[in-house]
């Protein structure tokens, strides 16, 4: 069992909970991610580790409530646990020898962008995050993030924060202003990754965008999590979660993404026991 020490409540959709997890905490590195299960009755599900604390022993998840399993774990409180928390898994992205980086985060993308652009900053790189949320009351992590970066850019699809616009525009913007950046990193939704791939395309900047496609066991034996990369099949939970983004067949990775959407939303009905008159979930 793990315990949650701490429960925040970053927008109307979005929690972070920091997780007593010793063991994933000594080795845990930007760009891995953990399996959990909340109770026995529960699915597996994999999250991007957001944060992690070595000396407190913590590991921190930022998840959004989709669906059933997200919408039970936010209901848990500080002090209750979490029956399964497996990790770290992945490969931890590779960070060295950069000199000016752009890191981009599409929503809730932008926590798991976070932890790259600490790390790449504390190595000495030149950051610039930009990140986009629809609008200014579901931008989160704000202070965490400009404390990560040189320049923090939030941009939002209605304007309400000032600055209007998709992070496509902000980092076409910067790219015009003469940003000389030799990475990029974009991860949130993949049609967002997918446009700032084709955005770096044509500069030759090299581009990785993070998967996270459907996934069950974690270490690449049932194949749910495979994605097309420059032709080849690959496993985002062994391979990945990190893949070069002008090589990543998007649209097959977003038909995949909506194989299982009906049946999510089943999994929330609402079905009454005929014999005991009993309320359960599907």
Known sequence: MFDIVKRQQLNQAVVLMEISAPPIAR??????FIILRVNDEGERIPLTIAHFDRDRGTVTI???????????LSELKEGDQILDFVGPLGTASHLEGYRRVAVIGGGLGSAIAWPQACKLHQMGAHVDMIVGFRNKDLIILEDEM???????????DDGSNGNQGFVTDMLKRQIGQ?????????????????????????????TIVSLNPIMVDGTGMCGGCRVTVGGE???????????????????????RQLM???AEAA???????????????A
């Open 62 to 72: 930022v998840f959004q409530v989709v669906g059933k399993t997200t919408q039970v």
């Open 146 to 156: 400009r404390q990560c970066c040189d320049q923090l850019i939030i941009a939002t």
């Open 233 to 255: 099949t690959k496993f985002a939970c062994v391979d990945g979660p990190d893949f070069d983004g002008h090589l990543v067949d998007f649209d097959e990775a977003m038909r």
């Open 260 to 262: 299982y959407k009906d």
């Open 267 to 281: 999994s929330q009905e609402e079905h009454r026991c005929r014999l005991t008159g009993e309320i359960r979930h």
């Open 27 to 32: 080795k845990a590195q930007p760009g891995q």
């Open 178 to 206: 003469g940003a000389d950046y030799d990475l990029v990193i974009a991860i949130g939704p993949l049609i967002m990754m997918k446009f700032v791939s084709e955005l770096t395309r044509p500069y030759k900047i090299k």
